[in-house]
């Protein structure tokens, strides 16, 4: 706990199988997944110690935003004075709670998503491209409350296109390629073996030291940071 841990890894390595696999929504053909010490199989109950954004949230184009923070608060059963509305008053959710979730832009949506993550005071997060989508101020806000939320123990997990986003968060980075893991390290040791301070750049020159060399590694040596190459 109190970990940012940076899930990376080329399309198709399988991040997003995992995701789903912790989250109970795949089962793993081998091997086991525990939570807390727990072993998750058959149990749903880790669940309510989750906090996950989705990559793209779906939710009922005709429901509005205020009705949707009711019907999950319902369904989770957490009392209103035990919530975190920190992104609800940053985001200003409240002034557009009226609006059918069908009028609003991918960087709205973004938003609920966010806020909806971190409602319930999980003890973990899961946070899928957390900042696509969203605003400048709004990504700030955003990386400022995971900070916040690290420092309270937290463990988190992170998946991103744009390394850059992460530099000022990652405590550990896992690296998967084709299905395999190929390292977990944490931020401290990666920077001192490959003397980069950018995670991009480190995590570039590992994998060439590794020679696992392919065009978005060398789209990250170039500096084209912005670009979405995973």
Known sequence: KGQVISLIGPNGSGKTTLIKSILGMVRPDKGKITVD?????????????IGYMPQIGRYPDNMRIGQLFRMIENIRGVAGDKQDETLIRQFELEKIYDKPMRTLSGGTRQKVSAALAFLFDPAILILDEPTAGLDPLSSELLKDKIIAEKKQNKLILITSHILSDLDELTTHVMYLQE??????????????????????????????GEKLTNEWIDKI???KKDEKIY
């Open 37 to 49: 010490g727990h072993v998750i199989s058959g149990d749903h109950s880790y669940r309510a110690n």
């Open 179 to 208: 299905g395999k893991l190929q390292f977990f390290k944490d931020m401290q040791t990666i920077q001192e073996e490959t003397g980069e301070l950018r995670l991009g750049k480190a995590i570039a020159r590992i994998m060439k």
């Open 221 to 223: 040596l170039e500096g």
